[in-house]
């Protein structure tokens, strides 16, 4: 959705202010090539208004369910052993 720019600095602090929302003119855009641009949006709008939505309280329940099926083989979960991590404090030599 378009927005149209803010007001420049000086209109915002004279003067009352209009509780209007204002809406985008393209003003620089020839008549045509601003139905182009609109057919645009409303072709991107109607394609977003067609996707299936799911509820959030589904998608979480979902997320948590492949969570929990997948723990088991999920390393950061029950953590690696001391014996096959590469990343151990290595022991401090007591010859010197």
């Known amino acids: 959705m378009f ?3 803010p007001p420049p600095r ?17 003003t620089n855009l020839s008549g045509s090539s601003s139905v182009v641009a609109m057919k ?4 991107q709008l109607r394609l977003e208004a067609g996707l299936n939505r799911v509820k959030v309280s589904q998608a979480a329940a979902d997320l948590k369910q492949f969570c929990l099926q997948k723990a088991q083989h999920n390393p950061l979960l029950p953590g690696v052993s001391s014996s096959t991590n590469p990343f151990r404090p290595q022991k401090v ?4």
């Open 93 to 96: 030599c007591s010859f010197l």
């Open 10 to 26: 000086a209109a915002q602090l004279s003067g009352p202010v209009d509780p209007r929302p204002t809406t985008y003119r393209p």
């Open 40 to 43: 645009k949006v409303v072709q």
């Open 3 to 5: 927005l149209a720019p």
